[in-house]
């Protein structure tokens, strides 16, 4: 699904691209129910930032679901720009390695999911990666805040209703 891109963010520096797409994991992770142990953009040898979730090896149908929108989560970001190429070649490889314990969820849905979510959730987002600019690393309590932070300032319509796998 293509949606018009309807925000245009002119302040889309390198690091802020990588503060948003770590973001975008994270917010969508906690959606899910997941915890974050910390959210990174300082970067390290292998990567330029990364969201370590607690220790939790998904075994159910439900959660694999959880870990397949989290990884798919920055793919909603081309809102920003029109860009498709958020997603990093790490994420691509996870989606398509976890897709199929998902069936019958097509490839469509989960992208046309996202980008729904992350429109909906995108103050969020937003709030999450100034956290991370400001920080450069944050946990998942201060992750929690900053979300109930945005979601108590915001109008219960705009909060994203979930949608798992079924
Ligand atoms: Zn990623």
Same mark, same amino acid.
């Given at each position: 699904?293509?949606?018009? *891109?309807?925000? #245009?963010?002119?302040? !889309?520096?390198?690091?802020?691209?990588?503060?948003?797409?770590?973001?975008?994991?994270?917010?969508?992770? &906690?959606?899910?129910?997941? /915890?974050? %142990?910390?959210?990174? $953009?300082?970067?390290?040898?292998?990567?330029?930032?990364? *969201?370590?979730?607690?220790?939790? /090896?998904? &075994? =159910?149908?439900?959660?694999?679901?959880? #870990?397949?929108?989290? @990884?798919?989560?920055?793919?909603?970001?081309?809102? !920003? %720009?029109?860009?498709?190429?958020?997603?990093?070649?790490? %994420?691509?490889?996870?989606?398509?390695? $976890? !897709?199929?314990? &998902? @069936?019958?969820?097509?490839?469509?849905?989960?992208?046309?999911?996202?980008?729904?979510?992350?429109?909906?959730?995108?103050?969020? $987002?937003?709030?999450?990666? #100034?956290?991370?600019?400001?920080?450069?690393? $944050?946990?998942?309590?201060?992750?929690?805040?900053?979300? #109930?932070?945005?979601?108590?300032?915001?109008? @219960?319509?705009?909060? @994203? =209703?979930?949608?798992?796998?079924?």
């Amino acid at each position: 699904m293509t949606r018009p *891109v309807q925000f #245009r963010d002119d302040n !889309l520096t390198p690091l802020r691209e990588v503060a948003l797409h770590e973001a975008a994991h994270t917010v969508i992770g &906690c959606r899910f129910g997941l /915890i974050p %142990d910390y959210v990174t $953009i300082v970067p390290d040898h292998e990567c330029v930032g990364h *969201v370590l979730w607690l220790p939790h /090896i998904p &075994c =159910t149908r439900e959660e694999w679901g959880a #870990r397949l929108y989290t @990884a798919a989560a920055p793919a909603g970001l081309i809102c !920003l %720009d029109g860009r498709s190429d958020w997603l990093s070649y790490g %994420d691509s490889e996870h989606i398509e390695r $976890i !897709l199929p314990l &998902c @069936a019958p969820l097509t490839r469509d849905e989960l992208y046309s999911d996202v980008d729904r979510l992350v429109h909906v959730e995108l103050q969020t $987002i937003f709030a999450v990666a #100034r956290a991370l600019m400001r920080k450069k690393q $944050i946990t998942g309590q201060q992750v929690e805040r900053v979300i #109930r932070r945005v979601d108590h300032n915001a109008p @219960a319509k705009r909060r @994203a =209703t979930r949608k798992g796998v079924h």
